[in-house]
């Protein structure tokens, strides 16, 4: 049996005041991780919290790993981790005895709350000053802490409210590379908001961009080029001259040149044989590769005209 999708939204609406939150939301996240995107105020935290059961949607249904988010509330509890975006740690409390006190609110005995709560701050790089108070750590420590709580019960997903919030460089690396294990080696589904697609891209197999409360897009992220596409090639010197050359070593491998409306040299796909056969030309005629892109429309394409307003 296929696996119930880590959330689906259906015709989901939200409203504070005069704020439409989530303004009829239908989507169903099925991959391993998702990545939600959005501006500020697209609703993200709204279908965090109200896929949690923090807060009840006004109309529309939503499931959590094929839970109903009220009527299930227990073992969405159990299920589940949530890392929320703002601070919410005690601050006299060590990262130990945050993750233990939580572990066994969520059901956990003594025992399997002190193991697990020993796993996940060594999972993420908090063992050494676990027992430091969480109002010592820095920005980053405490966001891993915030990471940690949300794992320790073991849950089979979680919510992760923009976790490389007001992180540095290396704190954002750090995090990065936690978030992508969760999903590749520890097979825990993932849900991770953000506003930049580079931490999506590296993190998430698909990308769900928001825009004020309602579905704008949503693309698999896909890693490396496909073969199959076109792409463009720009190089220096004779454009003609080096097309002409090159045609002879990529026709057999099915790949056509024409020109470009700008001048460049367009290839009907780009088999990785053929990318090589570019280079080697280059490289024997003394002839440099100014670009050498996909021609079809970019996940940043796609991401930016969405969040713009675009029609998808
Ligand atoms: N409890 C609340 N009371 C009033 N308005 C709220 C509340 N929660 C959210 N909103 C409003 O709902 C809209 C969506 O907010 P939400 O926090 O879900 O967006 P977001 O995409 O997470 O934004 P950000 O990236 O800034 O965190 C915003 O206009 C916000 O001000």
Redesign the pocket.
């Known amino acids: 049996m296929d696996e119930p999708a880590a959330l689906e939204c259906l015709d989901v609406g939200k409203r ?2 005069a ?1 439409q ?1 989530l303004d009829g939301l239908t989507v169903s996240m099925t991959a391993p991780a998702t990545g939600l995107l ?10 965090m919290r109200t896929a949690l059961g923090l807060t009840a949607p006004d109309r529309g249904t939503l499931r959590i790993l094929g839970l109903d988010t009220v009527r299930d509330r227990a073992e969405v509890r159990r299920r589940v981790g949530f890392m929320p ?1 703002h601070p919410c740690l005690p601050n006299d409390m060590s990262a130990q005895d945050v993750c233990v006190s939580l572990a066994r609110l969520r059901g956990l005995g003594r025992r399997d709350a002190v193991r697990r709560t020993s796993e996940v701050l060594f999972a993420v790089g908090l063992e050494e000053e676990r027992r430091r108070p969480v109002g010592t750590y820095s920005l980053g420590m405490q966001q891993r802490t915030k990471l940690a709580q949300a794992l320790v019960h073991g849950p089979d997903l979680v919510l992760l ?2 976790p490389t919030s007001g992180l540095d460089p290396a704190g954002r690396e750090e995090m990065l590379t936690i978030v992508r294990r969760l999903s590749t080696e520890l097979r825990i589904r993932v849900v991770a ?1 953000s ?1 930049v697609l580079d931490d999506i891209e590296r993190t998430c197999d698909e990308v769900v961009v ?1 825009r004020s ?1 309602t579905l704008a897009a949503q693309r698999p992220v896909t890693v490396g080029h496909d073969p199959s596409g076109p792409a463009e090639l720009r190089v220096s010197g004779d454009v003609g001259a080096f097309a002409a050359a090159l045609g002879p070593r990529v026709e057999p491998l099915g790949v056509r040149l024409a020109p470009t409306p700008a001048g460049d040299i367009g290839m009907s796909s780009s088999p990785d044989a053929a990318l090589d056969a570019v280079r080697d030309l280059a490289a024997e005629r003394g002839v440099g590769v100014e670009r050498l892109v996909p021609a079809a429309r970019g996940l940043e394409d796609v991401v930016v005209d969405a969040m713009a307003g675009g029609t998808r």
């Open positions: 504070f005041g704020v939150a959005g501006a500020n105020g697209a609703g993200k935290s709204t279908l975006e409210d923009e908001s506003h928001l409360g």
